[in-house]
């Protein structure tokens, strides 16, 4: 009895967090201690608030719900529930929550059996450990030297690779040499509002919105063009087809004259006005004492050479 009671609370405050939050982020917890879940939990008070729970449990509570046909947005959650995954509902902004997310990613030790989330390189130099310990370090092949009675690498070395398996004489060297290659935290795997999508969409601002909807316009307006039929998109382009059109004429008749004629015929009566011709500057590097060089002497025309007379005369 107590365990269904359990059951009924636990689906009674997820549909009530369903319907009460626009939004949510669905976090993978792997690898996140209890203390970590707990100081992500109090710093999102009164701004989000975080749901754990088996992924059956919240797959069977969300078929419950959807049963009679309401609310098809939230089935798009049922096919994603696999993993160690929970939700932080909000009705806030998702930045301002991803960013005390990730506040709390805190290094972590290598632990044999772990899938490596990033590579990790031991550097080159003194480890302070004693020669005793070279044995961890011949298991790997790490090139080493004894000095001054302490254990030194020779060379900059690769122990964990990245989505490699971490093996246990890895875990063993980095927790010897006291390296947390690790960060682990509460992973962002999906956003929901009113659908479930990618992490990627937090990526999207005005910016990207702005760019997709002047191409759609531009696409909307070469094919209203194309077709002859007006619309909004087009209606400038045609406006200012018309305007071309009509100062041509005009510069034609030279009849009648308007701003746009009068700039035309300004141009073609003076171009060289519109035109700024200038040649490259030339600045004068300063001589000694901070004075002025003097202006480097232009070379002298070399003198014409004068024709060879040839020992005839045209009137001889």
């Known amino acids: 009895m107590v365990v269904r009671a359990k059951k009924a609370a636990y689906f009674a405050h997820l549909e009530e967090c369903l319907t009460k939050y626009a939004r949510a982020f669905i976090v993978d917890a792997d690898f996140v201690g209890s203390k970590q879940i707990s100081d992500i939990r109090i710093a999102l008070r009164g701004k989000a608030e975080m749901i ?21 947005e939230w089935e798009t959650i049922i096919p994603i529930m696999k993993g160690n995954l929970g939700f932080i509902f909000t009705n806030g902004e998702l930045d301002a929550i991803k960013d005390i997310i990730d506040e709390f990613q805190k290094p972590a030790a290598a632990k044999a059996g772990v899938i490596a989330p990033c590579s990790c390189t031991i550097p080159k130099g003194p480890t302070g450990l004693d020669p005793a310990q070279t044995s961890f370090f011949q298991a790997l092949n790490i090139a080493t030297k004894i000095n001054k009675g302490s254990i030194e690498i020779i060379n900059d070395t690769e122990v964990i690779k990245e989505g490699v398996k971490v093996g246990t004489s890895e875990a063993a060297l980095l927790a010897k040499l006291g390296i947390k290659p690790f960060m682990y935290g509460l992973s962002v795997k999906y956003v929901y509002e009113g659908g479930v999508f990618d992490v990627s969409v937090l990526a999207i601002n005005e910016a990207t919105l702005m760019a997709l909807w002047s191409s759609a316009v531009g696409n909307v307006a070469a094919v209203s063009l194309a077709v002859g039929y007006l619309t909004e998109a087009s209606l400038s382009q045609l406006v200012l087809a018309a305007v071309k059109n009509l100062t041509a004429v005009a510069l034609e008749a030279e009849y009648y004259e308007f701003s746009a004629v009068k700039k035309v015929k300004d141009f073609l009566d003076n171009p060289d006005a519109f035109v700024a011709v ?5 600045v004068a590097a300063p001589g000694k004492g901070g004075a002025p060089a003097p202006a480097a002497k232009a070379p002298e025309p070399e003198p014409e050479e004068e024709e060879e007379d040839m020992g005839f005369d045209l009137f001889d």
């Not at 754990?52 to 098809?72: S, V």
């Not at 200038?278 to 030339?282: H, K, L, S």
């Open 52 to 72: 754990f729970g088996k992924n059956t449990m919240i797959r069977r509570c969300i078929r419950n719900l959807t049963d009679d046909g309401d609310h098809p």
């Open 278 to 282: 200038a040649g490259p500057a030339v």
